[in-house]
């Protein structure tokens, strides 16, 4: 019996080096998750399933794969509507998170500046896992699914080219986690983002986040709705392991 072939991706990969180009990047990328690779999975599982002739257990495990695989990748920049997936559909363990509250909630007022942006507030710390100190969270070892909200504004070079982004960073093995957010000002102008970045990650050991700002100019600022009292930096996290 012959089975689906998976067509190799044979673009190039999104870059947080080279945010001029991550938008098509990640576009062209996530158009050959939906056109390929999770309709190939999909036809894969069923002929996998019709070779192992009604192994129940089985072929309960190959389709849910198939399922999981099909929202393995979730990306949204500036609410582009050919390339926003919806936040309910989010990679393969994050359907425990969708069905409760999160286990940790900080938020941090806006007006960030460029660097570590403010996380101040923990209002909620299911088993006192986290812990919070200059702006900087600490969890335990385990996997997470995160969870990250921020807002961009440009004030100044309006209709330039100079971006910035907003990332979930981890200071502990120095990478980043999740794109949050990412705009230029040839396209922003000085309207309000607000945009959002989930992942699932595994830590080993104990690890410290930060949600941090780079930007082109000193013109971009993280207050959505330009009042710095306003909540505008959230991080939820959800322990699945």
């Given at each position: 019996?012959?089975?689906?072939?998976?067509t190799?991706?044979?673009?190039?990969?999104?870059?947080?080096s080279?945010?001029?180009s991550?938008?098509?990047?990640?576009?062209?990328?996530?158009s050959?998750?939906?056109?390929?690779?999770?309709?190939?999975?999909?036809?894969?599982?069923v002929?996998?399933?019709?070779?192992?002739?009604?192994?129940e257990?089985t072929?309960?495990?190959?389709?849910?794969?198939?399922d999981?695989?099909?929202?393995?990748?979730h990306?949204?920049?500036?609410?582009?509507?050919?390339?926003?997936?919806?936040?309910?559909a989010?990679?393969?363990?994050?359907?425990?998170?969708?069905?409760?509250?999160?286990?940790?909630?900080?938020t941090?007022?806006?007006?960030g500046?460029?660097?570590?942006l403010?996380?101040?507030m923990i209002?909620?710390?299911?088993?006192?896992?986290?812990?919070?100190?200059?702006?900087?969270?600490?969890?335990?070892?385990?996997e997470?699914?995160?969870?990250?909200?921020?807002?961009?504004?440009?004030?100044?070079?309006?209709?330039?080219i100079?971006?910035?982004?907003?990332e979930?960073?981890?200071?502990?093995?120095?990478?980043?986690?999740?794109l949050?957010?990412?705009?230029?000002?040839?396209?922003?102008?000085?309207?309000?983002?607000?945009t959002?970045?989930c992942c699932?990650?595994y830590?080993?050991?104990?690890?410290?986040?930060e949600?941090?700002?780079?930007?082109?100019?000193?013109?971009?600022t993280?207050?959505?709705?330009?009042?710095?009292?306003?909540?505008?930096h959230?991080?939820?996290?959800?322990?699945?392991?």
């Amino acid at each position: 019996m012959s089975f689906t072939e998976i067509t190799p991706y044979d673009g190039q990969l999104p870059s947080s080096s080279d945010p001029a180009s991550f938008d098509g990047r990640a576009s062209a990328l996530m158009s050959w998750l939906v056109a390929n690779f999770a309709p190939e999975i999909q036809a894969l599982a069923v002929e996998i399933a019709t070779a192992l002739n009604g192994e129940e257990d089985t072929l309960a495990a190959v389709q849910a794969l198939a399922d999981s695989l099909k929202s393995a990748a979730h990306y949204n920049a500036n609410d582009d509507e050919d390339f926003t997936v919806d936040p309910n559909a989010l990679p393969t363990r994050s359907a425990v998170a969708s069905s409760r509250a999160p286990d940790i909630l900080i938020t941090g007022a806006g007006d960030g500046t460029s660097g570590t942006l403010t996380l101040d507030m923990i209002e909620r710390n299911v088993g006192g896992a986290a812990s919070l100190s200059s702006n900087a969270v600490t969890l335990p070892a385990g996997e997470y699914y995160f969870e990250a909200h921020a807002g961009l504004r440009l004030s100044s070079n309006i209709g330039s080219i100079e971006s910035a982004y907003v990332e979930l960073y981890d200071t502990t093995n120095s990478e980043r986690i999740a794109l949050v957010a990412w705009g230029r000002g040839d396209e922003l102008g000085d309207s309000a983002s607000r945009t959002f970045g989930c992942c699932v990650s595994y830590f080993a050991s104990s690890v410290t986040i930060e949600m941090t700002l780079t930007r082109g100019s000193s013109g971009w600022t993280t207050s959505s709705l330009g009042n710095s009292d306003d909540r505008d930096h959230i991080l939820k996290i959800w322990r699945l392991a």
